[in-house]
């Protein structure tokens, strides 16, 4: 369930960075109300995520939706700068994310679907409820 949280998190962290630019210095009122939301809800799902994931691991990939997301949401909504060195930018940090879970051997840097079932790298079921690996798994 900490991936599904992140995941949310990072959504709503391209919402609130959009909302930025919508609610124009704070001066329009339902944008900023919706910004604002967003931001709350954000580090909430942020929270609950990091209960359960190493926080570098969470952050860098809380950052890492938040910025791609926002970056290609400028593009498509603002008529953001397409440029070659721009787009290279978004697609490595991207990739450095991806990265992060095809190191094999280096804790949870593994397949964020295959924590999301709970199943540890040996096999055993993890439950997030009881903080660890249930007994007689």
């Given at each position: 369930m900490a991936?599904v949280?992140l995941?949310l998190?990072?959504?709503?962290e391209?919402v609130w960075?959009i909302?930025?630019?919508?609610?124009?210095?704070w001066s329009r009122?339902?944008?900023?109300?919706?910004?604002?939301a967003a931001?709350?809800?954000?580090f909430?799902?942020l929270?609950?995520?990091l209960?359960?994931?190493?926080?570098?691991?969470g952050?860098?990939?809380?950052t890492?939706?938040?910025?791609?997301?926002?970056a290609i949401l400028?593009?498509?909504?603002?008529?953001?700068?397409?440029?070659?060195?721009r787009l290279?930018?978004?697609s490595i940090g991207?990739?450095?994310i991806?990265?992060?879970?095809q190191?094999?051997g280096k804790?949870?840097s593994r397949s964020p679907l295959?924590?999301?079932?709970g199943?540890?790298?040996?096999?055993?079921?993890?439950?997030?409820s009881?903080?660890?690996v249930l007994?007689?798994?």
């Open positions: 991936w949280y995941l998190a990072g959504l709503l391209v960075a909302g930025l630019k919508y609610a124009e210095g009122l339902y944008p900023s109300l919706l910004t604002v931001m709350i809800l954000s909430i799902f929270s609950l995520a209960k359960t994931l190493p926080v570098g691991t952050y860098a990939v809380w890492g939706i938040g910025a791609a997301g926002t400028g593009i498509v909504l603002f008529g953001e700068s397409r440029e070659v060195g290279v930018c978004i991207r990739s450095k991806r990265r992060a879970f190191r094999p804790g949870w295959r924590l999301m079932s199943e540890c790298s040996d096999g055993r079921v993890h439950s997030e009881s903080g660890g007994p007689g798994s």
